[in-house]
Nanobody, 120 residues
């Protein structure tokens, strides 16, 4: 089992920045990818960024809507995942969820979510 706890959400004006953090604990060694998803009211949960832990490329992948504005990163020593969000827009308003997975084992984990609200 893996436990994920997000922090860092809040209210910010358009053009501002926020940094989300995700603290992971438990069977971290069994995870092969971590990332961020978001869900706006009345919409489905969508991928924001994903980091693979191994393979041909370990560079994060991003949703087109956040490329150039958001940066995902890991701190292996702290078992932490971060999402630096710059140039925020009102359409970035959503609950942001930390996610960890090992699809080969059929393991998928979610945090409780943190609210990000961007005012115009």
């Amino acid at each position: 089992q893996v436990q994920l706890v997000e922090s860092g959400g809040g209210l910010v004006q358009a053009g501002g920045s926020l940094r989300l953090s995700c603290a992971a604990s438990g069977s971290i060694s069994e995870i092969n990818a971590m990332g961020w998803y978001r869900q706006a009211p009345g919409k489905q949960r969508d991928l924001v960024a994903m980091i693979q832990f191994a393979g041909l490329s370990i560079d994060p992948i991003y949703a087109d809507s956040v490329k150039g504005r958001f940066t995902a990163s890991r701190d292996n020593a702290k078992n932490a995942l971060y999402l630096q969000m710059d140039s925020l827009k009102p359409e970035d308003t959503a609950v942001y969820y930390c996610h960890a997975r090992n699809p080969f084992r059929g393991d998928y984990y979610w945090g409780q979510g943190t609210q990000v609200t961007v005012s115009s």
